[in-house]
């Protein structure tokens, strides 16, 4: 069976969630600045769409991490691909991921952000999937939970398509 694709969330409701999301770090943030850092690939759309909403001063760097063995499931290795260009030291980092998943990548890249001394560290994800949950992580902004199924779209994409996606969809007839 060929690959469709059905709509998990749209577009309308992603949009309005973001501002909300950017609204709410607008406030926590007040007389700040935040330095909001990417996660490649898949947090790219979100963090631009985000960082548009956010009202206090911005910067922005980003990093590349890759945790995963095949196309859909998880090997449990972390490998920085692409570090920040600039020290996080004393700055209110902001992390901005796609999903959260098992957790494991988010477990690890705290852990080595947290050691170069940021003033404060965040994690923003647009999805989280709590029920796939192995490593404990705190999530401090999440834009939608969501079932176990495996989603593409705003960034997220299935073996590098679907990623232009401006919905979150489910990708159905996979072997
Ligand atoms: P974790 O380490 O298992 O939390 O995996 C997080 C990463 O796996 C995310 O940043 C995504 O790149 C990828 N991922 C997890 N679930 C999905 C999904 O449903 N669709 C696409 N990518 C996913
Ligand atoms: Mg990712």
């Not at 992603?14 to 007040?30: F, H, M, N, P, R």
């Not at 206090?56 to 998880?74: A, E, L, R, W």
């Amino acid at each position: 069976m060929a690959e469709t694709i059905r709509v998990l969330v749209p577009e309308e409701e992603v949009d309005a969630k973001i501002a909300e999301l950017g609204e709410k770090i607008s406030e926590d943030y007040a007389g700040k600045q935040v330095h909001l850092i990417c996660i490649l690939k898949g947090g790219v759309f979100f963090m631009c769409e985000l960082a548009k909403r956010i009202t206090v001063p911005v910067s922005m760097d980003f990093m590349c991490v890759s945790s995963y063995g095949d196309d859909t499931s998880s090997s449990g290795i972390v490998r920085i691909a692409k570090d920040l260009d600039e020290s996080i030291q004393g700055k209110d980092v902001l992390i901005v991921e796609d999903i959260i998943d098992s957790g494991r990548t988010l477990y690890y890249l705290m852990d080595v952000l947290e050691k170069r001394n940021p003033n404060s560290i965040r994690l923003c994800t647009l999805l989280d999937k709590p029920e796939r949950r192995v490593k404990d992580v705190k999530v401090d902004y999440v834009g939608f939970d969501i079932p176990d199924e495996f989603v593409v779209g705003y960034g997220l994409d299935y073996a590098q398509k679907y990623r232009n996606l401006p919905y979150i969809g489910v990708v159905e007839g996979l072997e």
